[in-house]
């Protein structure tokens, strides 16, 4: 039985990584955007990890930190973006990232995972609606997308006590990511 090993990307993942994410979104767009979060300052600490079959890394995700308006002592991040190798896909390896990475956040004493992505996909995951618990998006996102929206709660102590818009890191508070 083929066994998979999720673990904590490091820089000799970069060039892997990247082709990774060019091959499961057919687009420069993600790998970009991947190598511009985790060069960014204001996107750390992030979390990047690699899911690994029979020693290839077939798959990553990336969170990275946010903050929110108006301020709060609270630990929020993103989830942006989550890729899988396209021969790979439909075999539980995008969820087993995002749990995993859930998990690991968690454990470190994060409060909230944003992430803008199918509304069909992620609730499995325990991610529900932003705006219904007052969480506005970096910029606006259309009526008909707001399901897309959503936040996972890993500290439910938080729920009610906070509210406001995410900002996230410089290299992804820019429209066209929205």
């Known amino acids: 039985m083929d066994t998979m090993i999720i673990r904590e990307s490091n820089e000799s993942d970069y060039n892997t990584i990247m082709m990774v994410n060019k091959a499961a979104f057919n687009s420069d767009v ?17 979390l990047s990890l690699v899911a690994v079959k029979d020693g290839e890394i077939v798959g990553h995700i990336l969170f990275t930190k946010c903050s ?3 301020s709060t002592d609270i630990s929020i991040y993103i989830l942006a973006p989550v890729s899988v190798l396209p021969s790979h896909q439909g075999a539980g390896i995008g969820g087993a990232l995002i749990t995993r990475g859930l998990e690991m956040l968690a454990a470190r004493g994060v409060d909230l995972v944003f992430v803008l992505g199918d509304p069909g996909y992620y609730p499995r995951f325990g991610f529900e609606s932003a705006v219904s618990y007052g969480f506005d998006a970096a910029y606006p996102i259309a009526e008909e997308h707001l399901d897309a929206w959503m936040v996972h709660i890993l500290n439910p102590r938080v729920v009610g006590e906070v509210k406001g818009k995410v900002v996230c890191a410089n290299m992804l508070n820019k429209p066209e990511y929205w």
């Open 30 to 46: 993600e790998p970009k955007l991947v190598s511009d979060l985790i060069s960014d300052p204001s996107a750390k600490p992030v």
């Open 68 to 70: 929110l308006e108006p």
